[in-house]
């Protein structure tokens, strides 16, 4: 199992799996509550992904209940011993938009994201220094601290880790008003621009821009980002792997996560438009070396 996978994103996947074998095994919450020996809402909350068994025979108990094999006990049990403990973020949870601590739980086992940005520069893409111009400018409107400017910055900045160094792709398609719209100073952009020119050589980074001359598809409404996943990262013999997922960024900062098989279709209609209406990537360092000259 790949060590960059978060605890919160394998408690998740686990419950997922846990409440298809319960379901298989044709039991209740409440019924499997009674079998591993706790209570109905520890069930509840563990299918869900918000906690772990406070003791391993309680999850031994139930594995056993459902038929699962010996090399799938193992796995499972391994898994549920991964799933502990906090992830990276959990210190700078107070400092997250509604929604994002889901979302960051779900990225952290990514295989690839394709995200649209239509008014910023996607966060995944954001210098230090644009990123904390971003979010300052909202601090008298949200009424936020110093403190919060501070530790939303690290997170943004610390996310970023998923492509530099941990090989998540990505493919990105930005409106021309995301990079135009001034944040902080002409020499942030400046810089800005730069650091996405240089991210797109990565070979797991495709930036593609859509320029404001161009009459084709936008999409209205916010931006917006497909996860999707990777089997290899998880004990596939004895885990479901997740459907992909979007998450949809709202004007209210609300980041709602969806494995709606309709909606993840319409969504990734969308972006697939997308990408044919912008501009090549090999023609995004040459746009931003023009975008650099005019700001």
Not at 13 to 24: D, I, P
Not at 64 to 92: F, I, N, P, R
Not at 186 to 195: D, G, S, V
Not at 228 to 252: G, H, N, W, Y
Request: hydrophobic share 40%; net charge negative.
């Amino acid at each position: 199992m790949a060590a960059n996978v978060g605890a919160t994103f394998l408690r998740i996947v686990l419950g997922q799996e846990l409440t298809r074998l319960r379901e298989q095994a044709g039991l209740t919450g409440e019924a499997a509550a009674k079998k591993a020996g706790c209570s109905t809402p520890t069930i509840s909350n563990v299918e869900s992904g918000k906690t772990g068994f406070r003791r391993i025979e309680q999850l031994a108990k139930l594995l056993e209940e459902y038929g699962v094999d010996e090399d799938g006990t193992a796995m499972l049990m391994d898994c549920h011993k991964q799933a502990k403990g906090d992830d990276w973020w959990t210190t700078s949870v107070s400092a997250l938009p509604s929604g994002m601590n889901l979302f960051l739980a779900w990225e952290s086992g990514a295989e690839l994201v394709n995200a649209w940005c239509p008014g910023v520069v996607n966060g995944l893409l954001q210098t230090k220094e644009y990123a904390h111009a971003c979010i300052l400018s909202a601090k008298i409107a949200n009424d936020t601290t110093d403190e919060f400017v501070e530790s939303a910055v690290e997170v943004r900045i610390k996310r970023q880790k998923r492509i530099t160094e941990e090989g998540m792709k990505l493919n990105c398609v930005m409106d021309e008003s995301a990079l135009t719209n001034m944040v902080g100073s002409p020499e942030i952009l400046r810089a800005q621009y730069k650091a996405i020119a240089e991210l797109n050589e990565l070979p797991n980074v495709t930036v593609q821009i859509i320029p404001k001359s161009a009459p084709t598809y936008r999409a209205t409404g916010g931006d917006f980002t497909i996860l999707s996943f990777d089997p290899k990262r998880l004990p596939e013999e004895a885990m479901q792997v997740p459907t992909p997922i979007v998450a949809c960024a709202t004007v209210d900062a609300i980041t709602r996560v969806s494995s709606k098989d309709r909606q993840v279709k319409q969504f990734a209609r969308r972006f697939e438009v997308l990408t044919r209406g912008a501009l090549p990537d090999y023609e995004t360092p040459k746009f931003l070396e023009q975008l650099a000259r005019e700001v």
